[in-house]
């Protein structure tokens, strides 16, 4: 028995020495990211490229050598006859419109919109209203003034003429779906999770427990609602009152700028903090098309040229492993709040 308690009290001196560890890590690579933030570069990589060096892998051995060969020469004739007709015709070629992919992946605090502002100014230095944005999208929400940001960086494609579409492969819920909104197009996956259009604030209290163990808590401020609720003082029902009371104006907002950017939809019916599946969302004109964002992209391949944009920064030795520690944590909890979840899973 005495080893099993030295043995237990040793596992949980090396758990909490690691969770320790990667919280130290995590902040010094998050610091360490927001004062290099300046150090990246963009990165273009041009999908028309890559999807035909995939078609010609697949051809290779596929086909046989006889008929791949054929039909390579048959490519290479229709190709050189067309631009024979055109040069015989006296046409300029005109160039194809194109489609630029961003990603966004959204944590609670939209860290994401960082790298998003870069892409999109660059974009915006060539994009013409001919051509195309589309943000592949993935979040389930988080800080109420990060997501504003977030979206704030989508409305300048919007405002420079230039056509947005996002597409939502997993779930745009909360501040996500503020962003999605955004769009003059929405795609969804089947069984994508989109809405979640409410506010949400929680926060422990431990007044009762310090009490208890005769600990005082002091806390001064300077007008009255400057702190409304408190995690170690006592709360009071007039602070309460004005907490909801803030969620609620912050509710309106949210349900305003819905129905401004989607007239189509019928707010008070969706704002209630439900989510939906792709295809109920597309009954309530939540979003437009049923779609997978690699189906668009394959669609758009022949009449457009596609290039996908990334914003990459520099990273230090010290934020690499910050940022594989933080993964790893990521994961670790992720599985157990799955095993805690009462969604369904399927």
């Known amino acids: 028995m005495e080893f099993l308690s030295d043995y237990g009290l040793f596992l949980a001196k090396t758990a ?24 990246g570069h963009i990165e273009v990589t041009a999908l028309n490229e890559r ?13 046989d050598e006889a008929s791949f060969k054929q039909e390579r020469k048959a490519a290479q004739k229709k190709a050189k006859a067309e631009r024979k007709a ?20 959204g944590d609670v605090k939209a860290s994401d919109v960082e790298h998003l502002r870069h892409e999109i100014s660059a974009v915006l230095t060539l994009a013409k209203d001919s051509d195309e944005v589309l943000v592949r999208l993935e979040s389930a929400g988080g800080m109420v003034h990060s997501y504003g940001l977030a979206a704030s960086q989508l409305a300048r494609i919007r405002s420079h003429g230039i056509p ?8 745009a819920a909360s501040g996500g ?11 969804a996956a089947p069984f994508a999770i989109l809405g979640s259009i409410g506010v949400i604030a929680q926060l422990p209290n431990f007044h009762r427990l310090l009490k208890q163990h005769n ?3 002091e806390m001064h401020t300077a ?15 007039e602070g309460r009152d004005k907490f909801r009371e803030e969620l609620e104006e912050t509710h309106v907002l949210f349900k305003r700028f819905v129905a401004e950017n989607r007239p189509q939809v019928n707010i008070e019916k969706v704002a209630t903090g439900e989510v939906w599946y792709g295809t109920q969302a597309l009954d309530e004109n939540l979003v437009d098309v049923i779609s997978t964002s690699d189906e668009y992209i394959l669609q758009k391949r022949t009449a457009c040229d596609l290039f996908e944009v990334k914003y990459v920064a520099r990273k230090t030795l010290a934020e690499k492993v910050g940022v ?11 599985k157990w709040i799955s095993r805690l979840s009462q969604r369904p899973l399927v």
């Open 51 to 63: 999807f035909e060096d995939w078609e010609e892998q697949i051809k290779s051995v596929v086909l």
């Open 215 to 217: 600990v005082d808590f």
């Open 324 to 334: 594989a520690a933080h993964g790893a944590l990521d994961t670790v909890l992720g």
């Open 177 to 187: 779906y503020m962003m999605a909104c955004i769009a003059n197009t929405i795609l």
């Open 164 to 171: 947005l579409t996002v597409a939502v492969d997993r779930v």
């Open 223 to 237: 007008g009255d609602y400057k702190r409304t609720l408190t995690v170690f003082g006592e709360n009071t029902d």
């Open 16 to 39: 909490t020495f690691v969770v320790a560890a990667l919280l130290i890590i995590g902040m010094l690579a998050s610091l360490g990211s927001r004062r290099r933030d300046h150090d």
């Open 86 to 105: 055109k040069k015989k015709s006296g046409e300029d070629e005109q160039p194809k419109p194109r489609l630029f992919v961003l990603d966004f992946d």
